[in-house]
């Protein structure tokens, strides 16, 4: 079969923007066309399955395999990561079709094209260019799904590496997630903890209340009793807090309700959605027992009493890697950047530390104007990143560098 042909970066990103990756969906054409893309003799290509098969992660690997006995420093060469799904576009005020670039000038327009599929375009091309030559060590594309609604994805792919890993090998030891942030090195993030609870009252006809027991009035204490235990966290410091002057603190937000079925029945459920942005070094499971214990103190207190079911929906873990890590001071060096930069949301890179990568943030873009109508990425910071990106293939690949 003939090679795909070659696209620059803007067409390769037009490509992409125009698959419609919103998480509800599936990826797999997305990852397929990449896949095909990157069908070339010196690249191996693995596919790896979400559990019920509708999405996939998508690994490739250019140039020579690890020793599978390697660790640490021994492990030279690049990963490049990013996520291959997107939130969706339904936003009043898109002045153009979401999934199709649209050329204003200076800057692309388009679902994705900040959050990440910029990224994924360059990434993808300097794969391919990689290929036509020959590496002293891998570079290794790491596409994830379901980044967009609790980093599923790196999750699914960091508990099930042991089957993954002879499709590709042991991967290098340094990491960039080309999330977008304007073009500078990122050492730390905080985590993300998600959690409902469902309240269970007895419906009723509401002109008969004394037949029934009201989940949504049980929620409200809830609310409450969640309210008073954000401001506990809002006064407690870790220490990672000061890597994050702003919100030195573990930041909890209720952020939905739903309940109710009709304004003249006595509602029997109600459910309350509440996020917590956790801090490097904390762990989520204590986080999740104080809220599951202020939750069920709160809707027993007092009439209407309505059991309380917890259910943790997601957790993306912090990333803090340290300042020394090779990646992080190349990355540095070559920016001219010198002070240690954070930030507040939670990327894949949480995960995917866990399997022994030094992860640093790094792609163009801004996060400001991602989840937004007419979410833009600057045409000079796609040129900035490639040849960035180019600086550290040639670095940790092509000269096969750990250090």
């Given at each position: 079969?003939?090679?795909?042909?070659?696209?620059d970066?803007?067409?390769?990103?037009?490509?992409?923007v125009?698959?419609?990756?919103?998480?509800?969906?599936?990826?797999?054409p997305?990852a397929?066309f990449?896949?095909?893309y990157?069908?070339?003799?010196?690249a191996?290509?693995a596919?790896?399955?979400?559990?019920?098969?509708?999405?996939?992660?998508?690994l490739?690997?250019v140039?020579?395999a690890?020793?599978?006995?390697?660790e640490?420093?021994a492990?030279p060469?690049l990963v490049?990561s990013?996520h291959?799904d997107v939130?969706?576009?339904?936003?009043?005020g898109w002045e153009?079709?979401?999934f199709?670039?649209?050329?204003?000038g200076?800057?692309w327009?388009a679902?994705?094209?900040a959050?990440?599929?910029g990224f994924?375009?360059?990434?993808?091309?300097?794969?391919r260019?990689?290929a036509?030559?020959q590496?002293a060590?891998?570079l290794?594309?790491?596409f994830?799904?379901?980044?967009?609604?609790g980093t599923?994805g790196?999750?699914?792919?960091?508990e099930?590496?042991?089957?993954v890993?002879?499709e590709?090998?042991?991967l290098?030891?340094?990491?960039?997630?080309g999330?977008?942030?304007?073009?500078?090195?990122?050492?730390r993030?905080k985590?993300?903890l998600?959690?409902r609870?469902?309240l269970?009252g007895?419906?009723?006809?509401s002109?008969?209340?004394h037949?029934g027991s009201n989940?949504i009035?049980?929620?409200?204490?809830?609310?409450?009793?969640?309210?008073?235990?954000?401001r506990e966290?809002e006064?407690?410091r870790?220490?990672?807090?000061?890597?994050?002057?702003?919100?030195p603190?573990?930041?909890l937000?209720?952020g939905?309700?739903?309940?109710g079925s009709?304004i003249n029945v006595v509602?029997?459920?109600c459910?309350?959605?509440v996020g917590?942005?956790?801090l490097?070094?904390?762990d989520?499971?204590?986080?999740a027992e104080?809220l599951?214990?202020?939750?069920?103190?709160?809707a027993?207190a007092?009439?209407?009493r309505?059991p309380?079911?917890t259910?943790v929906?997601s957790?993306?873990p912090?990333l803090a890697?340290?300042?020394?890590?090779?990646?992080?001071?190349?990355?540095q060096?070559a920016?001219?950047q010198?002070e240690?930069?954070?930030v507040?949301?939670a990327t894949?890179?949480?995960?995917?530390q866990s399997?022994g990568l030094?992860?640093?943030?790094y792609?163009p873009?801004?996060i400001s104007?991602a989840?937004?109508p007419n979410e833009?990425?600057?045409?000079?910071d796609?040129?900035?990143?490639?040849r960035?990106?180019?600086?550290?293939i040639d670095h940790?690949c092509?000269r096969?560098?750990a250090?």
């Open positions: 079969m003939a090679e795909p042909s070659p696209l970066d803007g067409a390769l990103l037009s490509r992409l125009a698959f419609d990756t919103t998480s509800r969906r599936s990826n797999l997305l397929e990449v896949a095909d990157l069908d070339l003799p010196a191996r290509v596919f790896h399955r979400s559990p019920d098969g509708t999405k996939a992660n998508l490739v690997r140039g020579p690890l020793d599978a006995r390697a640490g420093a492990r060469g490049l990013g291959m939130v969706p576009a339904e936003e009043a153009s079709d979401p199709e670039l649209t050329d204003r200076d800057r327009v679902r994705g094209s959050d990440m599929k994924l375009a360059v990434a993808a091309n300097l794969a260019e990689a036509a030559r590496l060590a891998p290794v594309l790491l994830t799904y379901d980044e967009e609604v599923l790196a999750r699914h792919l960091v099930s590496w042991g089957e890993e002879p590709v090998g042991p290098p030891r340094a990491a960039v997630i999330e977008p942030t304007e073009l500078k090195v990122v050492c993030h985590g993300h998600k959690v609870f469902d269970t007895r419906a009723a006809h002109g008969y209340p037949l989940a009035e049980a929620a409200g204490r809830v609310v409450v009793a969640l309210s008073a235990l954000r966290l006064g407690e870790v220490a990672s807090s000061d890597g994050f002057p702003e919100v603190f573990a930041a937000n209720v939905v309700i739903e309940g009709a509602p029997e459920r459910a309350v959605e917590v942005r956790l490097p070094g904390m989520g499971a204590p986080v104080r599951r214990a202020a939750a069920e103190r709160a027993d007092e009439e209407p309505a309380v079911a259910h929906l957790e993306s912090p890697v340290p300042a020394a890590a090779p990646i992080h001071g190349h990355l060096r920016l001219g010198g240690e930069s954070g507040a949301f894949d890179a949480g995960w995917l399997l030094d992860c640093v943030l792609g873009g801004s104007v989840h937004k833009y990425l600057p045409k000079g796609l040129v900035a990143a490639r960035t990106l180019e600086g550290l940790f092509d096969g560098e250090a």
